[in-house]
């Protein structure tokens, strides 16, 4: 849901900045970030809403709206609103459905991807990666890759660390 509504925004943004007169009156950005929302919903809608899909959407909407605003999101203030979303009893469920196990596992492995980086904490990769930079100073290519695999390899693990325990 998160990559439909992303590049339905990106989408959205990009046709309304070919309009010059539009363009030159309003932020584009915030106008295609309030012209999402509807269709995160109905994607939500037509997915079944599901918990996973609310969720998602909650927090979509809420990055959205920072955006129209002109503001950031936060990833606490989303999971928050999710946590909330979730507990409501509509359509159905209600704060029992916070003790279902997939609910847990789910927002432990948002957190841990989130809040742990546990290869950035540790000294041998801190010093390998001071090694590589320093060795390779003109091949930034290799430098970019590298830096990806360390986000993947980190946030993998964060979530595999988050979601452990349950």
Do not use: N
């Amino acid at each position: 849901l998160a990559l439909v509504g992303w590049l339905l925004y990106r989408l959205l943004a990009w046709s309304l900045a070919r309009f010059s007169w539009l363009a030159q009156r309003l932020v584009t950005q915030r106008l295609a970030a309030l012209g999402t929302i509807p269709f995160v919903w109905s994607y939500t809608l037509l997915t079944g809403a599901e918990s996973p899909t609310v969720r998602a959407a909650c927090v979509m909407c809420l990055w959205l709206v920072a955006l129209a605003c002109g503001r950031r999101a936060s990833l606490s203030h989303g999971l928050a609103l999710a946590v909330f979303c979730s507990g409501l009893p509509i359509p159905d469920g209600g704060a029992l459905k916070l003790t279902e196990p997939s609910w847990q596992l789910s927002m432990a492995a948002t957190l841990g991807l989130t809040y742990l980086q546990p290869l950035e904490l540790s000294w041998p990769w801190a010093w390998l990666r001071a090694w590589l930079r320093a060795r390779l100073p003109r091949h930034q290519f290799l430098l970019a890759l590298l830096t990806g695999l360390e986000r993947a390899l980190s946030a993998t693990l964060g979530a595999t660390l988050a979601t452990a325990p349950l």
